[in-house]
């Protein structure tokens, strides 16, 4: 190996060079532990060293293991006013701009790679089946490591699924379909395990909740979760503050993560301060144990080397960033992740939903005439001021919510375009744009209330019961 990096690093990002630095540190190790020859050994330390001191000249920082550059989520829009940055964290979601959060920026930030046509054609022709829309529209953007899911998969190596549910309220919108929609669609295409984490622990720390109220959102929430059409037999969907109790495998894994986890690097990741409960600072390890499959041995046997994918908005990718950094350090394979964008607010891309405002949402409670009338009155418009400036300039698409919310529900590719032109041109008015998306939305939420309506508690507990699930391992 050569004594310098193979690249320019002047090209590459802060995380970028934060990664390369950690992965050849995780090479040394390697190397030092199976005892390879010495000078082998000294080109990898020369290397390391040379990574690291780019690092600080590029950071200002000095490289510290699970802690990427401090200013991971600021995204830069091309200005220097701190208005018109992007901030994005797990909790916290804003832009400036009307078209939402700059995603292009966003992979340049965080690290990660995009979800290019390459890939997608991969996907289909490894599972034989058309990509989904979530893929096709772009929906899901960005990844890390579903070349290795794939590498995986055409040789007959099995992997499973990991994505999760922060219970915060009762009713759940449509927003937080859009991750069970896509995980769905990989089950049966893949034909793989999934397992669901509802982290009431989480809310009951950050919010002002009881555990029993916390506990009780989570067996709510799990109801619209299965009415998705989940299969039982190969789905585990648990609660934190129920599973932590039961499960060994899961605890262990977790002690791990702490172990291997500093303060200092928590707080750089996830802004936690000297005044915040000890709880949240220990929280992150809890997200992470589900990336390993000895957190489920009744599922895979025990084994420790079944790889996890896990789809997830972007917010999310810092517990991951962290579990990908502890992963090799505890002997485990890192998780590899599939990114979405945010699904937007009805008054804006600049948030994400929240279900605190019941006007920003269309939840899976709403009723027809709800659901009308909040699409009526709030979701945004790309259109002009007047009927006749419309026809004339036609309206924006890219900020436009009813059409964004067409992107992720109207499964039709052809008819998507035909709005679209009609609308950019000025043909489609904003109320007749808006009805489509009332005449999409309000069967799609019906037939989920009605399937919603069969899942008792019976059935709940049935899928959150630890279990054996359809498949050998």
Not at 77 to 106: C, H, I, M, R
Not at 402 to 420: A, C, G, I, V, W
Request: proline share 5%; hydrophobic share 35%.
């Amino acid at each position: 190996m050569a004594d310098s990096p193979n690249c320019d690093l002047k090209s590459l990002s802060p995380l970028q060079l934060f990664e390369r630095v950690t992965e050849q540190g995780e090479k040394v190790r390697a190397l030092k532990a199976g005892k390879a020859p010495k000078d082998e050994i000294d080109a990898a330390v020369r290397m390391l060293l040379s990574l690291k001191l780019s690092y600080k000249a590029t950071t200002g920082q000095d490289y510290q293991a699970g802690l990427p550059p401090k200013d991971l989520v600021l995204i830069n829009n091309g200005t220097n006013k701190e208005e018109d940055e992007d901030f994005v964290d797990p909790w916290t979601v804003q832009t400036s701009n009307a078209k939402g959060v700059d995603y292009a920026k966003l992979i340049v930030r965080f690290g990660s790679s995009k979800i290019d046509t390459d890939l997608i054609n991969r996907i289909e022709r490894a599972t034989g089946q058309k990509p989904h829309r979530f893929l096709r529209r772009g929906i899901f953007f960005s990844h890390r490591d579903m070349d290795q899911i794939l590498d995986a998969y055409e040789n007959k190596k099995s992997f499973y699924l990991y994505t999760g549910r922060g219970p915060s309220s009762q009713a759940m919108h449509v927003g937080h379909l859009i991750q069970f929609i896509f995980a769905k669609w990989l089950q049966e295409v893949f034909d793989v395990p999934l397992v669901i984490q509802l982290t009431d622990d989480e809310k009951y720390l950050w919010k002002d909740l009881t555990t029993e109220k916390a506990y009780e959102y989570a067996r709510e929430n799990a109801k619209d979760i299965i009415a998705c059409g989940f299969d039982i037999n190969k789905t585990f969907i648990f609660s934190d503050l129920d599973y932590l109790g039961t499960s060994t495998g899961f605890y262990k894994n977790i002690v791990k993560v702490q172990k291997h986890v500093t303060f200092n690097q928590v707080k750089g990741i996830f802004g936690f301060t000297d005044s915040d409960c000890i709880g949240k600072i220990s929280f992150p390890a809890i997200q992470a144990a589900p990336s390993f499959s000895s957190s489920f041995p009744q599922i895979f046997n025990g084994k420790e080397n079944i790889q996890c994918l896990i789809p997830c908005a972007i917010d999310q990718d810092p517990y991951f960033r962290m579990t990908r950094d502890v992963a090799p350090r505890i002997g485990q394979p890192k998780p590899a992740l599939l990114h979405s964008v945010f699904f937007p607010a009805l008054q804006g891309a600049q948030t994400k939903m929240s279900a605190s405002d019941p006007n920003s949402s269309i939840f899976l409670t709403d009723t027809p005439k709800q659901i009308k009338t909040k699409i009526n009155k709030h979701a945004f418009s790309g259109g002009r001021d007047t009927i006749e400036e419309h026809r004339k300039y036609g309206g924006n698409c890219d900020v436009d919510v009813s059409f964004m919310y067409l992107t992720f529900f109207l499964e039709d590719d052809d008819r998507l375009e035909q709005l679209k032109q009609a609308y950019t041109s000025g043909e489609l008015l904003t109320g007749e744009l808006k009805k489509v998306l009332i005449e999409t939305l309000q069967p799609l939420i019906a037939a989920h209330q009605e399937r919603r309506k069969q899942v008792t508690d019976e059935v709940v507990k049935q899928f959150m019961t630890p279990r054996k699930l359809a498949f050998e391992f």
